[in-house]
């Protein structure tokens, strides 16, 4: 006979919560654990797992104890639900993983020295891709500019996205190649391109719809390419203790998901990919072959408007600081928006019963996204539609947020970054409504967390711990008043989170009946003053299966 397996963990202590379940052995249970789940009073001691599903949470039951049970001895550190990123891309991500990255970069010369170096690293004309910079935390926050790179760039097109993907540096190299001169072209609808006031020379900054002229001349990957990337990065997402996420793709992506579909996985793919046109990219997600449960178009993805650090997130009012000649900016709708094709594709979304969930950060783009939703759903709550990243808020709009029943689907670890600089682009003011986590829960909204990797850190650790400090990443508190409690962090990346998929009765808490997806962490993020950084999973499941093992 096959004995029991058993895995010894170190012990911190435990609290008890009452449960109940069937009796006959499980193939796996968890004991001498402090187990969370959604919040609930207390922390269960012991859980059962058979068939890849909780069918015991509470007080240990030794029945459920065979000779071929797995028995994993939690030694008292706490046990979570498996973490769901609401707003991921791991396309993007897992390709990040192996480009240049400019987020770490604390001043010009640093800049430049780090493109030249990894210039010489790469064949003759081969692009220089990555980025994710962001200067505001430099003591001289200028903006990057061709000039900056031309000379250590050489022959190999550059572009370097900034930290929020909204706007980016390219070389000369990648100007002509677009066609880009003083000469022209006009900026594109919903996009802009920077030049010297002048001369009217492009100055290597293109924002919006604009970084296209440029981005659709880099070599697309390979299938192969593709696949590799989201191993990467569901590689990198378990070791976070991430075991689902809200994916957006291209639609033209989705080949290889179809791929990995083949494949046993660490992670569950809820797809919403990009489209210009929402009703022909149907025919396409119709046909798409996935695996139920595991990789699975849920909607689309559209766009309002741009961000806040690139200022082009729509406002309803005037940026601060604007130029002159442009005091009354306040951001860029995105092409399709003011044309009505936003409120077409919104239309064949409901049509062909898939979810709507749409990039809005500025206060305007937010209101006019609940206007168009609410004229195109009868009944706008079963549709769970979304905004993505609901940053900046009219204070009057997060009540209709929860009287309409849309998603707030927000990354918390934008308030560390933003908080930084937002005051000094909109005002004191209007920053009381912005990353708005308690007023929206406290306006009975669901609030669904991710991380928006690769453009921060998906630590999902992280974002909690912005969720709760309001601390921000040059060590000062912002918003604290909109500061949320662990438990209900904690629900924003489990319970929330699964509803905002429509899985909310399978995944994003440990209760008889759900998915085995949980995690192990090598401490409690309910201790008083809890390292945030230093919160590791020892150990991620996926329906029972152990898919990350801390060495």
Known sequence: ????????????????????????????????????????????????????????????????????TERIDAGGRTVIPGLIDSHIHMLSGGRSLSELHLRDATDKAGFIRRVGDWAAKLRPGEWILGGRWSIESWEDPQQPAKSWVDAVSGDHPLYLSRMDGHSVLVNSAALRLAGITRDGPADPPGGVIDRDPQTGEPTGILRESAMALASQHIPPPTVDDQVEALRLAMREAVQHGITAVSDIPSIGDLAAYERIAESELPVRFFLYPTADDWEKATTAVRRFQGKRDWV????????????????????????????????????????????????????????????????????????????????????????????????????????????????????????????????????????????????????????????????????????????????????????????????????????????????????????????????????????????????????????????????
């Open 1 to 68: 006979m096959v004995q029991a397996r058993r895995i010894i963990l170190p012990f911190v202590a435990a609290l008890v919560v009452v449960g109940a379940g069937a009796s006959q052995p499980a193939d796996l249970v968890i004991e001498n654990a402090r187990i969370w789940s959604d919040g609930l009073v207390g922390f269960a001691e012991f859980a059962a797992v058979r068939d890849g599903r909780f069918v015991h949470v509470g007080l240990r039951e030794d029945q459920f104890i065979g000779r071929q």
């Open 296 to 551: 699975e178009v849920k909607g689309f993805k559209g766009f309002l408007d741009g961000s806040l650090g690139s200022r082009t997130a729509y406002m309803r009012d005037a940026y601060l600081g604007n130029k002159p000649g442009k005091e009354s900016w306040r951001g860029l709708l995105r092409d399709g928006v003011e044309d009505g094709r936003f409120a077409v594709n919104v239309a064949a979304a409901r049509r062909g019963e898939l979810q709507a969930i749409v990039h809005a950060i500025g206060d305007e783009a937010n209101h006019l996204l609940l206007d168009v939703l609410a004229r195109a759903y009868p009944n706008l709550r079963a549709a769970r539609c979304r905004s993505e990243h609901a940053q900046h808020l009219l204070p009057q709009d997060i009540a209709r947020f929860g009287e309409l029943g849309v998603i707030a689907s927000m990354q918390p670890y934008h308030k560390a970054d933003d908080g930084r600089y937002a005051e000094d682009y909109i005002g004191p003011q209007r920053s009381r409504s912005s990353y708005a986590y308690k007023s929206l829960l406290d306006a009975g909204v669901v609030v669904a967390f991710g991380s928006d990797w690769p453009v921060v850190t998906l630590n999902p650790f992280l974002g909690i711990e912005a969720a709760i400090t309001g601390r921000t990443l040059d060590g000062k508190s912002w918003q604290t008043h909109q500061n949320i409690t662990v438990a209900e962090a904690l629900r924003c990346y489990t319970s929330r989170a699964a509803y905002a998929v429509f899985a909310e009765n399978e995944l994003g808490g440990i209760a008889p009946g759900r998915e085995a997806d949980f995690v192990i962490l090598n401490r409690s993020p309910f201790d008083l003053d809890v390292e945030w950084s230093a919160i590791k999973p020892v150990a991620v499941y996926v329906e029972g299966r152990r898919v990350f093992a801390a060495e």
